[in-house]
Structures are given as C-alpha cells and as structure tokens.
C-alpha cells in the first residue's frame, strides 16, 4: 500500500473515532465556550480537517501502544493545558478527560493499524 493511501487511512480513522467524542462532549464544551467568550461556540470542518491530517502524521510515529498513549496524551494536552493556563472558565476536568482521550485515540488508532495487512 503506498504511503499515501496509509495516510488518508490514518487520517480518516482518527477523525471516524474523534468525532464521536465532539459530539459526546459538545453540550459541556459548549456551556464552558459560552462562559469563557459569552457566546456559543462555532465550529468550523475546515481546521478541523487540517488537525486530522496532522494528527495522521504524528499517529504513524509510535512503535509501541505505550508510546501512543504518551504521545496522544501530550498532543491532546498541549491544546488543554495552554486553555487551562490562558483561558478564564476552562474546566480542568474537561482537560484532563481531553487529554486522556488524546491517548485513548492514538492507542486505538495503534492497535488498528497494527491488525490491517498492508498497512
């Protein structure tokens, strides 16, 4: 399978698995998005893709599950952790259930990759 194929596989996989939990977690975010700015909270497909195709990137890296886990972890917290520093009425239990989340997909995302021939 040539490495842009594997790629846009990563890619969608880890944006079929993450979406799921935006969707879970948009009631909170979005009650914390309208204390912390006063209003609701838009989003927009496009960063969202470009995240997804570099989270693709950082997704092939890890050769273990554990090195997946540790580097979906720190990806998710940089983003939640620097809200958590910056940001009034950023939750600290959404950036610590974030950041988990983070080394959640990586290490599923691993273990997939790991089972699909060719890859």
Known sequence: MSGLV?????AALIAALDVPWLLAS????????????????????????VVYFALAYLAL???TSLEAFLLG????????FTNL???ANYDWRFAVADSMWGGVL??????????IKGL
């Open 6 to 10: 594997k790629y846009m596989t990563v």
């Open 26 to 49: 948009n009631t909170f975010v979005s009650s914390m998005v309208r204390k912390i700015q006063g209003k609701d909270i838009k989003l927009k497909a496009g960063p969202a893709v």
């Open 61 to 63: 890296l890890p050769k």
């Open 73 to 80: 972890l720190c990806v998710y917290a940089v983003y939640d």
């Open 85 to 87: 520093a910056t940001l």
């Open 106 to 115: 990586f290490t599923i995302v691993h273990y997939v990759l790991g089972q």
